[in-house]
């Protein structure tokens, strides 16, 4: 396991920008509104040959009440797990009573602590970062985030103060899961049950979740990187900058899990933006499961269950591949077998098929079905194979790609995914035209 450094700070002191400066691309987002940053976020990073984690916080308030409180208790998770922290202020407005208090905290602990005085972009500002050596813990150094002024001597004094990392064989890359969908479906609390902690901070109020937030998740013989995100809203309502960037960062998710969990909420049935939610993971062709929560309160009797499933495949046909669960967050109802799912679907978004069986499927449907004509010229299917995987796509060359139906595809793709088992994943099929 890699060693792990914490920044942490009052609100607004720019944690997110020296984050981003520090893992070097753009993980958090940066805003000039004081509590943007509200769960913990990881990356991983590496300086002078040293791989460690960086933990980006939300600010840190003593005296914090309701949701400022969760981020605080955030926070300090991310203090007790840190081999080191990093205390950010602001040079600009030296010492405040908050950094005092929040430096009392962190010195309570026996873990090395860097004091990082950020945005000292001029000789007026370094000289007041001198005045953070009153918060008793050493020499502070200046620094500027947003122009990386100073950044890489706080990479060597980290460095230097790091314990070294455990030597470990090679582990197989985690699969990466997106739990997506609209705001207050649950997708937090559902991070917190799997992994049996309160990892994200989760709240009545629309939008917690700002950042998209990787947690690692280890279960049984699998491990599993989570990627939880902020709600996506109807594009008519994304009104703020802010809401605009966390919006960005929820589709980016989709983008590089391997599985998306596309939770709905089934006590309000299934709204338009849930099936526009469903569609982008289908054309970013990413393997998918539909997840109803709360289902201990829209009840849990089987005819409702079926009665669910009819309306998902009436109204989101072109996801009918994906398997429908129940779940409940809150209770723990049926999350147990998530892992197994998901494991399944994610075979089949790696499943590589061989040529000659693709052949044999292929030209037992055409004797079944022959193949669509027009004009006097029948389609002619000469040959097909699987050209990539993560999603399954399969190349056929044809005497004219033009003559080709989309009742006749999806015919070829219902038998192509009757004999290889593609549950959970959307299969391209590309049509090239040879003479």
């Keep these: 396991m890699k060693p792990v450094v914490a920044l942490v700070g ?13 893992v070097q691309k753009r993980v958090s987002i940066v805003e000039e509104t004081p509590g943007v940053t509200r769960d913990r976020v990881y990356a991983d990073t590496e300086w002078s040959g040293k791989s460690f984690t960086v933990v980006d916080t939300g600010g840190f308030e ?19 797990e840190a081999d080191l922290i990093v205390l950010v202020v602001d040079a600009r407005a ?47 150094l200046p620094v500027s985030a947003v122009h990386g002024l100073g950044v890489g001597e706080l990479l060597d004094r980290i460095v230097e103060l790091l314990p070294e990392a455990p030597p470990s064989g090679e582990a197989p890359e985690p699969v990466k899961v997106a739990i997506v969908g609209r705001p207050n479906v649950g997708k937090s609390s559902l991070v917190n049950a799997l992994l049996g902690h309160e990892r994200m901070i989760v709240s009545e109020l629309p939008g917690t979740t700002r950042d998209a937030v990787d947690v690692p998740w280890p279960a049984g013989e699998d491990t599993f990187l989570l990627i939880d995100t902020a709600g996506l809203r109807r594009k008519g309502r994304i009104e703020a900058t802010l809401e605009k960037y966390s919006a960005n960062r929820s589709l980016k998710a989709v983008d ?15 709204l338009e933006q849930d099936k526009k939610i469903a569609g ?23 005819r409702a269950k079926e009665s669910f499933k009819a309306l998902l495949r009436a109204r989101m046909g072109f996801m009918e591949y994906a398997p429908v669960e129940f ?47 027009s004009a006097g010229k029948q389609l002619n299917i000469f040959y097909g194979t699987q050209v990539k995987t993560k999603p399954p796509t399969l190349l056929f060359f044809v005497n004219n790609s033009e003559l080709m139906t989309d009742p006749y595809e999806r015919y070829l793709e219902d038998r192509v995914r009757a004999a290889f088992d593609f549950e959970g994943t959307p299969v391209r099929f590309i049509w090239r035209t040879r003479e």
Excluded at 94 to 121: F, L, T
Excluded at 283 to 299: E, H, M, P, Y
């Design 62 to 80: 003593v005296d914090a009440k309701d949701l400022a409180l969760m981020v605080r208790g955030q926070a300090e998770q991310a203090i007790n």
């Design 256 to 270: 590089r899990c391997d599985v998306a969990l596309i939770l709905l909420d089934a006590t309000e049935g299934l």
């Design 10 to 22: 009052r609100p607004n002191v720019g944690k997110s920008a020296l984050f981003n400066r520090i």
């Design 327 to 373: 779940i409940s967050a809150r209770t723990g109802y049926r999350l147990t077998g998530l892992p197994a799912l998901i494991m399944r679907v994610y075979g089949s978004f790696c499943r590589q098929v061989k040529t000659a069986d693709v052949n044999k499927v292929i030209q037992d449907a055409m004797r079944v079905s022959r193949p669509p004509s």
């Design 280 to 302: 982008y993971a289908h054309r970013q062709g990413r393997a998918s499961v539909l997840v109803l929560n709360k289902w201990d309160i829209a009840g849990e009797s089987p």
């Design 94 to 140: 030296g010492v405040s009573p908050p950094d005092i208090d929040i430096a009392q905290v962190v010195r309570s602990g026996s873990r090395p602590v860097i004091v990082a005085a950020n945005k000292a972009e001029s000789d007026r500002d370094t000289k007041t970062s001198t005045e953070f050596y009153e918060l008793g813990l050493g020499e502070p």
